[in-house]
């Protein structure tokens, strides 16, 4: 089993300020997925990445896959109280091809 | 464009009963399916897949089956529901390899 560790584990701050969330594996992810997602709800997929070192942004928030394709980054910046969530990170490509390892959630707070 | 349905989106059962959730998939063919449980605020822990009709990977050996009758439909059954079944049961679909899943709304189960 290929394991997937988010940190942290819980982020509060305040409307406006600038959060960063992390996913490490010793483990090489030919993909790596970010969903959010919301109480009482399904996860809802923010970005897939699959090239080393690439960056993508959707507004305000940045993902990173680490070059060796065993970590990845979200940033949010400028963070609103509509970005208070669950995140899930999730990587794919591993010995199970059919399979997804996910991490255990990072969840943030935006105080208004 | 493809969307993914489950019900019933609440349960309550006594311990003992039966269960049966089902889950499908509109606006695609051949699709991979899902079955995960989700504790409180947590991540993911997968219970079933499948890649076809009559296809079925178990992960964690529990008192839970799944059975896929038809390209689009997936089910998850148990004869006597225990109570550490209790949870947030979620479907999602992939096409091709398994990254990129869509998740369903979920069904939050209470066995009492």
């Known amino acids: 089993t290929q394991l997937l560790e988010q940190s942290p584990q819980f982020l509060s701050i305040q409307e406006g300020e600038n959060l960063t969330v992390y996913c490490n594996s010793s483990?090489?992810?030919?993909?790596l997925q970010w969903y959010r997602q919301e109480p009482g709800e399904g996860p809802v997929l923010l970005v897939t990445?699959?090239?080393?070192?690439e960056v993508k942004k959707l507004k305000r928030l940045t993902f990173q896959f680490g070059d060796a394709r065993k970590d990845s980054s979200l940033h949010i910046t400028a963070a609103q109280p509509g970005d208070t969530g669950l995140y899930l990170c999730?990587?794919?490509?591993?010995?199970?091809?059919?399979?997804?390892?996910f991490g255990a959630g990072t969840t943030v707070t935006v105080r208004a | 464009s493809q969307t993914i349905h489950q019900w019933p989106a609440t349960l309550v059962q006594p311990v003992g009963s039966p269960l049966s959730l089902e889950c499908t998939v509109e606006?695609?063919?051949?699709?991979?399916l899902y079955w995960y449980r989700q504790a409180a605020g947590r991540g993911l822990q997968l219970l079933f897949y499948?890649?076809?009709?009559?296809?079925i990977s178990s992960e964690v050996p529990q008192n839970l089956s799944a059975s896929r009758p038809q390209d689009r439909q997936f089910i998850l059954s148990s004869k006597k529901l225990l109570l550490s079944d209790s949870g947030f049961y979620l479907c999602?679909?992939?096409?091709?390899?398994?990254?990129?899943?869509?998740f369903g709304p979920g069904t939050r189960l209470t066995v009492l």
């Open positions: 999602a679909w992939s096409w091709g390899g398994p990254d990129t899943q869509y």
């Open positions: 483990s090489v992810f030919s993909s």
């Open positions: 990445v699959v090239t080393g070192g």
């Open positions: 999730a990587g794919g490509g591993g010995a199970d091809d059919y399979k997804l390892s």
């Open positions: 606006g695609t063919s051949n699709p991979n």
């Open positions: 499948s890649v076809g009709i009559g296809q």
